[in-house]
């Protein structure tokens, strides 16, 4: 159950895109469309911002994306804001009705 | 709207026990997963239990707290429950409820910081 690898920080300026790797193994990013990511603000709880690998729940703006390839998952935010900056995280699952996040990403818009 | 509130005794001393309750409203209950999250202050996110629809029939721990913490629900009361034993400075950390739709984490609580010290 070792956690996912995300950078510890990224900054962008505003209008720009940004992208979030999220590595993991065979055994769970590798294995299961079940990647989601969540933002979370100072002070604030996890918001689900992507689910299953690429959807994007209702009330996400499009700006959001995310995609997969073999072991890695990626979010990217285009037309950066400043109400983006926040840490991410990404999740996998990971088997037997087990998950396992990223050690989180600190998005700073410059 | 869906609600899911934490609550419980926030200071323990280490060894100690606690039990965390998680109260959801604005959904049919019986139809959700649960999971419990926990963040320690200043760090990420970690993942540490699970309950499925059926209760005790599908549950799971991660490594860092299997043997020490249970997980329950008690759908009378749409409440979700962990029991936190042999607790140790390391899980002071803001706990979060978190129900579960098809794997994937909806909603979360605003969370519970309990704080393991002496």
């Known amino acids: 159950q070792s956690a996912l690898t995300q950078p510890r920080s990224v900054s962008e300026s505003p209008g720009q895109s940004v992208t979030i790797s999220c590595t993991g193994t065979?055994?769970?990013?590798?294995?299961?469309?079940?990647v989601s990511w969540y933002q979370q603000h100072p002070g604030k709880a996890p918001k689900l911002m992507i689910y299953?690998?690429?959807e994007r729940p209702s009330g996400v703006p499009d700006r959001f994306s995310a995609s997969k390839s073999g072991n890695t998952a990626s979010l990217t935010i285009s037309g950066l804001q400043a109400e983006d900056e926040a840490d991410y995280y990404c999740?996998?699952?990971?088997?037997?009705?087990?998950?396992?996040f990223g050690g989180g990403t600190k998005l700073t818009v410059l | 709207e869906v609600q899911l509130v934490e609550s419980g005794e926030r200071l323990v001393q280490p060894g100690g026990s606690l039990r965390l309750s998680c109260a959801a409203s604005g959904f049919t209950f019986t139809r959700f997963s649960f999971n419990w999250v926990r963040q320690a202050p200043g760090k990420g996110l970690e993942w540490l239990s699970y309950?499925?629809?059926?209760?005790?029939?599908?549950?799971q721990y991660a490594d860092s707290v299997k043997g020490r913490f249970t997980i329950s629900r008690d759908n009378a009361r749409n409440s979700v429950y962990l029991q936190m034993n042999s607790l140790r400075a390391e899980d002071t950390a803001i706990y979060y409820c978190?129900?579960?739709?098809?794997?994937?984490?909806?909603?979360w609580g605003q969370g519970i910081l309990v704080t393991v010290s002496s």
């Open positions: 999740c996998s699952y990971a088997g037997r009705y087990s998950w396992v």
């Open positions: 299953d690998v690429t």
């Open positions: 065979s055994s769970d990013v590798g294995s299961y469309n079940y």
């Open positions: 978190v129900r579960d739709f098809n794997w994937v984490f909806d909603y």
């Open positions: 309950i499925g629809e059926g209760g005790s029939s599908n549950i």
